[in-house]
């Protein structure tokens, strides 16, 4: 069977045996007491409960994207008070959305961002042996197959798929504007090298 082993590799298969891997390779959930656990060992302190209507609108539409790709049952959204502006998957049972984030992405760009994440359920076994080893150039190769899981699956909703790469580019300049260069960057493709990959998919 086919396997989304590098981004390579991705952009030489053909596009409608992607699409038939994302349903038949579709990350197994965790457990309900797995799931019950991992939420049981978060910090209360640092969440954001108390939202105003635009932001419960944003998590609203979050949610939707769930729902339409058979997440919703699978992952809980939570937001958190963190300085900087990111989305990221936790423990394959929470997608943690920062408040910078949804106070900079519009609507679709959240939605792009969060089938971003849901790319990040098929390589999760892949990044965090990636991770153990410092291997960075391939945990920069997940992060753009995880783009092109996104771009697939954005398009398969009929989904503007350019909003990936708007919403990438705002939360890199948001970042890198006041926190300057991460500790992780070496860990992640440039946003020009993110770009021309998803052009690459797109076409």
């Known amino acids: 069977p086919m396997a989304l082993t590098t981004s390579q590799d991705l952009l030489a298969t053909d596009s409608n045996a992607i699409v038939r891997f994302l349903e038949t390779a579709r990350p197994a959930a965790v457990s309900t007491e797995e799931k019950a656990r991992i939420l049981g060992t978060l910090p209360l302190d640092g969440e954001v409960t ?5 932001a419960r609108q944003k998590i609203a539409v979050l949610t939707e994207l769930l729902r339409a790709t058979g997440y919703e049952s699978v992952y809980q959204i939570k937001v958190i008070d963190i ?19 949804l106070t900079l992405l519009d609507a679709d760009e959240l939605q792009a961002s969060l089938a ?3 790319g ?6 892949e990044r965090e042996r990636a991770f153990e080893l410092g291997d960075h150039k391939r945990l920069k190769d997940l992060e753009l197959v995880c783009d092109a899981i996104a771009i697939v699956t954005l398009h398969g909703l009929g989904m503007d798929v350019s909003r990936l790469m708007t919403g990438v580019q705002k939360i890199s300049r948001f970042n890198r504007e006041r926190f300057g260069t991460a500790n992780n960057e070496k860990d992640y493709p440039t ?3 993110r770009r021309a990959f998803a052009a690459a998919v797109v076409t």
């Not at 990040?120 to 076994?125: N, Q, S």
């Open 116 to 118: 971003h994440e849901i």
């Open 50 to 54: 108390d939202l105003n209507a635009s």
């Open 191 to 193: 946003v020009a090298e």
């Open 83 to 101: 300085p900087q502006a990111g989305m990221a998957l936790h423990a394959r049972a929470v997608i943690f959305v920062s408040e910078a984030a």
């Open 120 to 125: 990040h359920g098929y390589v999760w076994t």
